[in-house]
């Protein structure tokens, strides 16, 4: 890549206002995340040979259920990735998984998929696990990543076992329509379904700035619709503190996000607070003093003011590939507000949460106070930026 085409102050000159009039569009700031991103998936080391006889990752987590907490499975399959990472968008700002695809130059096949997913189901033993989720680090519903043939063998596998009560499955909206949804829903007739989609922000001009997810509110609301129409159930990924907000900006959008979620027919939302992985915008900008991790004390004051509004639970941090770093508070307390989580997603009760306190609260309530804004650590960015 050109060099000068990755310098913030060659690209734009002097410090603008993104919202001053005569600034820069939102469009050039797009542009430039884009290219930036590109520049990052660049230096990704090649993979190995993929051995696709089995999945690359399955591990055995905890979920409230049916009004208790029981476990689940997740099973995550070797694909070649997300083709919004793929192609010209270059995907999420905060998502590793490419770093981690398989990422051969020809179509992973139906067969592949399918032993892959056989040799992942044989190893788990469901009669004590009600919940099966299935990731190919990408949409379920899109043919071009998971080929239609592997998913309805998939679903009608998954159909066989009576042990399982419910897939969850993810999806970007483009790919949620009618047919899609009812074939799936025909394959599993007994098995309750669950379509997880990242809306990340309800707030469209950051979700297109700060997290380059490719799509609007109104997307989002029209494919809910359709899996809401269908008897499916909903959940909403949304982030705490993605890139270029400051703490208090975090714990606002992601409130008011909670909210917009819940009134457009959302189930359950997942709070899923910022980590780090490789090859990210948010790993550049935290090795460069660019961003600080949101503290786990911001996870527990939105939890406070959103538990209220419906099902609301916390992504653990527990990522494939796993995050270098993750959110804190001091070595005195990470520990108990950590455990204090955890039981809350076992209960989805807040009332672990009263009994918490710790000195660095003055050092979080400080950093909310901080002045810095959105628009400001985002020039910030494209000023120190030197490729």
């Known amino acids: 890549m050109n060099p000068k085409m990755m310098d913030g102050a060659n690209v734009f000159g002097p410090k603008k206002n993104v919202h001053d009039s005569g600034s820069l569009s939102a469009s050039q700031y797009y542009s430039f995340i884009a290219r930036f991103m590109k520049h990052l998936h660049s230096s990704i080391p090649p993979n190995d040979p993929p051995d696709l006889s089995k999945p690359a990752h ?15 499975a997740v099973v995550f399959l070797l694909s070649n990735g997300c083709e919004w990472a793929l192609k010209s968008a270059n995907g999420c700002t905060m998502c590793g998984h490419i770093a981690k695809q398989t990422r051969i130059n020809q179509p992973i096949s139906a067969d592949d998929f399918i032993i892959q997913f056989k040799t992942a189901f044989s190893s788990i033993d469901f009669k004590e696990i009600p919940i099966l989720n299935i990731f190919n680090n990408g949409s379920f519903f899109n043919d071009n990543e998971l080929p239609k043939e592997a998913r309805k063998t998939i679903l009608s596998k998954i159909s066989e076992n009576k042990s399982i009560k419910r897939l969850l499955v993810e999806s970007r909206p483009e790919f949620i329509n009618e047919s899609a949804i009812r074939e799936a829903r025909s394959l599993i007739p007994e098995t309750e379904l669950e379509i997880a989609i990242g809306l990340e922000t309800a707030d469209d001009f950051r979700r297109i700035l700060s997290i380059n997810k490719g799509f609007n509110l109104r997307q989002f609301a029209e494919a809910a619709n359709i899996i809401i129409n269908n008897n499916v159930f909903l959940r909403s990924y949304l982030l705490l503190k993605p890139p270029f907000y400051s703490e208090k900006e975090a714990i606002s959008d992601a409130v008011d996000s909670i909210k917009t979620a819940f009134s457009l027919g959302v189930n359950t939302v997942s709070l899923e607070a910022m980590t780090v992985q490789k090859y990210t915008l ?22 406070k003011r959103t538990s209220h509004l419906g099902r609301v639970v916390v992504g653990l941090f527990k990522f494939y590939p796993s995050p270098d770093s993750v959110p804190n508070n001091c070595s005195s307390c990470n520990d108990k507000v950590m455990d204090a989580i955890i039981e809350y997603n076992r209960t989805l009760k807040t009332d672990m949460f009263d009994r918490l306190d710790c000195r660095c609260k003055e ?14 650590n985002l020039q910030d960015f494209v000023q120190t930026v030197k490729i």
């Open 282 to 303: 948010i790993e550049y900008l935290y090795n460069n003093n660019l961003y600080q991790m949101p503290w786990l004390w911001s996870i527990v004051e939105v939890i």
């Open 58 to 72: 399955i591990e055995i987590r905890e979920e409230y259920f049916k009004g208790k907490n029981t476990k689940r």
């Open 363 to 376: 050092d979080w309530e400080a950093a909310i106070n901080k002045s810095t804004d959105f628009y400001q």
